[in-house]
């Protein structure tokens, strides 16, 4: 059984009709901008500034996410340089009446920080991992 990340996701939506193609199935590209927000929410925390996506690594997915499906995805910061920030975003699945959870795709996300002016700002460095307590 899948087992979703143990902090909590940055958004969580409902698929809607409006999401579907002709078909009926929900757009990858819906589903790929829900992780573009969930990243961009967490690089701009993260740098306290204006973001813009400059890259997305590939995305295979894994199932497909059907109207009534809780979307819920989960950002993590993994990277940082002079002024990019690599976070990797998970979306995971569960249906309106199911308790279980299943991922639906991953990728890693590129963006960069801007200033007022919009050009290219430093970040903070990545944050240092917690000491162990042992």
Known sequence: M??????????????????????GDIFGGWLMSQMDLAG???ASRHSRSRTVTIAADAMSFLRPVSVGDEVSVYAELVAVGRTSMK????????????????????????????????????????????????
């Open 40 to 42: 961009s929410s967490l």
């Open 2 to 23: 899948d087992i979703p990340p143990d902090h909590p996701p940055a958004i969580r939506v409902t698929a809607m009709p409006a999401d579907t193609n002709p078909s």
């Open 87 to 134: 976070v990797h975003v998970e979306a995971w699945r569960r249906a309106r009446d199911d308790i279980h959870s299943y991922k639906v795709t991953e990728a890693t996300f590129t963006f960069v920080a801007l200033d007022e002016n919009r050009q290219k700002r430093e970040v903070p460095p990545l944050p240092a991992a917690p000491a162990d307590a042992g």
